[in-house]
């Protein structure tokens, strides 16, 4: 079962072609047995760098930080973007943060949207920190 969670925006709120919804999913399959409070303060580093432009970039690209490497990992259907956090230097399991970025975002015409969309993407991120779960953010956003 999925939950669904929606963060409460005032000034976007009101808009109806800019909803943004935060559904947290399944455990992270590849998460480590150990993690250190230096990776969760460097993810969350990470996390708060991350620019909406970056969010549609394509592999390989990261933010490194510390321990960590916040990365797209590829294009998924539709458009959109898997982001993962993970932990450097280890093989294998290694995943810490996992979040799908759905295409109808990318769309976002404003820089008010633009930047909700950072901002919901960012906390879909620091969910899926939190929970060790994937989280998928989804709009539309025109």
């Known amino acids: 079962m999925t939950e669904k969670t929606q963060a409460v925006e005032p000034e976007i709120l009101v808009d109806p ?3 943004i919804t935060v559904t947290v ?3 992270i399959p590849n998460y480590p047995s150990a993690v250190s409070n230096k990776n969760i303060t460097d ?19 990261r933010i ?3 321990t960590i490497r916040l990365d797209v990992q590829g ?3 539709g ?9 450097n ?3 294998g399991n290694s995943t810490i943060s996992a979040t799908l970025v759905q295409g109808n975002l ?5 820089t008010e949207r633009q930047q909700y969309v950072q901002r919901m993407v960012r906390k879909a991120l620091e969910d899926s920190l939190s929970t060790k779960k994937i989280t998928d953010v989804n709009g539309p956003c025109k």
Do not use: H, K, Y
Request: charged share 10%; net charge neutral.
């Open 79 to 87: 458009g959109g973007r898997n982001w993962q956090v993970q932990i």
């Open 64 to 66: 490194e930080e510390g």
């Open 17 to 19: 072609n800019c909803t």
């Open 106 to 110: 990318a769309t976002a015409s404003t």
């Open 43 to 61: 993810a969350q580093n990470a996390i708060g760098r991350l620019t909406f432009a970056d969010i549609w970039r394509m592999p390989p690209w």
């Open 25 to 27: 999913g399944n455990n």
């Open 89 to 91: 230097g280890m093989s």
């Open 75 to 77: 294009a998924i259907a």
